[in-house]
Nanobody
Framework: QVQLVESGGGLVQAGGSLRLACAASGRIFSNYAMGWFRQAPGKEREFVARMMWNGGPFNYADSVKGRFTISRDNAKNTLYLQMNSLKPEDTAVYYC??????????????????WGQGTQVTVSS
């Protein structure tokens, strides 16, 4: 079983920055992908960013390109999402997830096998 625990969310003013972290533990096979999704109230969960276990390719939603950066520290088994130039429309619960195969359609939430509990990000105007 795999466990994912997100942290780093909070309240920030528009234009500010936050860094989310996702600590992974348990039996994680090689050649997997890790991603970030978000869900705003009343909306469907949407793709934010994704990377393979060993690095690229890096994929981003158009809405966050140039502002968000996904990365990971293999030694710590931790995935990060650096979020800069935050906007009120970035307000959502952010989730990290693992696609155990690394081969599925990365933009689809049903491609992922394991999910964290989520961390709230609120951007005030």
């Amino acid at each position: 079983q795999v466990q994912l625990v997100e942290s780093g969310g909070g309240l920030v003013q528009a234009g500010g920055s936050l860094r989310l972290a996702c600590a992974a533990s348990g039996r994680i096979f090689s050649n997997y992908a890790m991603g970030w999704f978000r869900q705003a109230p009343g909306k469907e969960r949407e793709f934010v960013a994704r990377m393979m276990w060993n690095g690229g390719p890096f994929n981003y939603a158009d809405s966050v390109k140039g502002r968000f950066t996904i990365s990971r520290d293999n030694a710590k088994n931790t995935l990060y999402l650096q979020m800069n130039s935050l906007k009120p429309e970035d307000t959502a619960v952010y989730y990290c997830a693992i696609d155990g195969s690394g081969l599925r359609s990365y933009w689809r939430s049903d491609s992922y096998d394991y999910w964290g509990q989520g961390t709230q990000v609120t951007v005030s105007s």
